[in-house]
């Protein structure tokens, strides 16, 4: 444990940041666990509708291969799309993202793991910095996870301040065919924008897992997401498609 | 027959220290891989205990301790042992599968 600690700090100490980022209609909740040799493949896709954007909502895809390096540390890297309201869709981020286990699931009464991605935007021709702490708690058959991330801007051109989001989620493992649950997200803004707008979402989910022939396997979850506040968009619907291939 | 059998050793809390509950109770048990099999097949421990499961793989190649039941995923490289950690469960049964060689790694926790 100690070892996973320093080289996540040393990651961390190596990455100086700046300027906040929105939050993603293909945003999910990232889970503190890793297996050791698996390759994924990734796809995240969501659409969210403004107030006064009529049809014209965004849409986000993101595409990401992953590979569990050690039995504490996964990584990925992703390349994402968007489309903005009233624009085309345009190539968006290029993503490196890792996954650091830092306790054995069921160890301890929490489970910890922390998340930290780096990120080249196309669009504001910058990169950024997201880091944050990842916990998972079982109550029997409810699984509960619920990350916190601080993203911030690299370079000078980078606006100021360091944003607070929020994911969590909770859902019942019943039937691995289908896992009713509920997800949320959120931004709690930014110290560099006193005036920075808090926007937090949530609605019902449901996940699904299946072995596909070998050691493949075939995962899904989506929500459909209502805004609870003005800052916030009225509806996402949101999901993850994933193949794991040991 | 030192792995054959079942070893549960029941510990007082206060094993882990730090932010854990000291009061917890703990159970432990070994299971073995050998052949491609898991030996025992049926392992019975305490229900409401969380359970120490160290998997020794005796086998010459890699396998993967998974059950959706108990929520665990975990390679075991050849020749060495892991700690699965699970519970406290309810009084039931939870079936476990080795993930490389389905055909023949099966077995059954079972708590009560």
């Known amino acids: 444990?100690?070892?996973?600690?320093?080289?996540?700090?040393?990651?961390?100490?190596?990455?100086?940041?700046?300027?906040?980022?929105?939050?993603?209609?293909?945003?999910?909740?990232?889970?503190?666990?890793?297996?050791?040799?698996?390759?994924?493949?990734?796809?995240?896709?969501?659409?969210?509708?403004?107030?006064?954007?009529?049809?014209?909502?965004?849409?986000?895809?993101?595409?990401?291969?992953?590979?569990?390096?050690?039995?504490?540390?996964?990584?990925?890297?992703?390349?994402?799309?968007?489309?903005?309201?009233?624009?085309?869709?345009?190539?968006?981020?290029?993503?490196?993202?890792?996954?650091?286990?830092?306790?054995?699931?069921?160890?301890?009464?929490?489970?910890?793991?922390?998340?930290?991605?780096?990120?080249?935007?196309?669009?504001?021709?910058?990169?950024?910095?997201?880091?944050?702490?990842?916990?998972?708690?079982?109550?029997?058959?409810?699984?509960?996870?619920?990350?916190?991330?601080?993203?911030?801007?690299?370079?000078?051109?980078?606006?100021?301040?360091?944003?607070?989001?929020?994911?969590?989620?909770?859902?019942?493992?019943?039937?691995?065919?289908?896992?009713?649950?509920?997800?949320?997200?959120?931004?709690?803004?930014?110290?560099?924008?006193?005036?920075?707008?808090?926007?937090?979402?949530?609605?019902?989910?449901?996940?699904?897992q299946t072995l596909v022939g070998g050691r493949n396997k075939l995962k899904f979850d989506t929500a459909l997401l209502f805004g609870l506040n003005r800052n916030s968009p009225n509806t996402t619907l949101r999901f993850t498609l994933e193949f794991e291939i040991y | 027959m030192r792995f054959n059998g079942l070893v549960v050793v029941l510990l007082t809390g206060g094993l882990f220290g730090g932010a854990t509950t000291a009061s917890a109770q703990e159970a432990e048990a070994q299971l073995v891989i050998r052949d491609h099999q898991f030996v025992p097949t049926e392992i019975t421990v305490p229900a409401h205990a969380k359970i120490k499961l160290v998997i020794d793989n005796q086998d010459a190649t890699a396998e993967e301790f998974e059950s959706y039941e108990l929520n665990r995923e975990k390679v075991v490289a050849a020749k060495s042992k892991i700690t699965v950690y699970v519970g406290p469960l309810e009084p039931g049964r939870y079936p476990f599968f080795g993930d490389f060689h389905k055909d023949s790694a099966n077995g059954v926790l079972i708590a009560k």
């Open chain 1, 1 to 208: 444990m100690r070892t996973k600690c320093l080289s996540v700090f040393a990651a961390v100490s190596l990455l100086h940041v700046s300027a906040a980022l929105a939050a993603d209609p293909a945003d999910h909740v990232y889970l503190p666990s890793v297996v050791q040799g698996e390759i994924e493949f990734e796809l995240n896709g969501g659409y969210q509708q403004w107030p006064n954007n009529g049809d014209n909502g965004e849409r986000q895809l993101i595409y990401e291969a992953g590979y569990g390096v050690t039995s504490w540390w996964k990584s990925e890297l992703g390349i994402g799309s968007t489309r903005l309201p009233g624009e085309s869709t345009h190539l968006d981020e290029l993503e490196w993202e890792n996954i650091f286990a830092l306790t054995e699931p069921g160890e301890y009464w929490l489970d910890l793991g922390v998340f930290a991605e780096l990120e080249h935007d196309y669009g504001e021709h910058g990169n950024a910095l997201t880091i944050g702490p990842m916990f998972q708690k079982e109550f029997g058959v409810v699984q509960t996870n619920v990350n916190v991330l601080f993203s911030r801007g690299l370079g000078e051109l980078a606006a100021q301040g360091t944003e607070l989001d929020y994911n969590w989620q909770v859902k019942w493992r019943g039937n691995p065919l289908f896992e009713p649950g509920i997800q949320g997200f959120g931004t709690l803004g930014s110290t560099g924008d006193a005036g920075h707008p808090f926007a937090h979402k949530l609605g019902p989910a449901f996940f699904s």
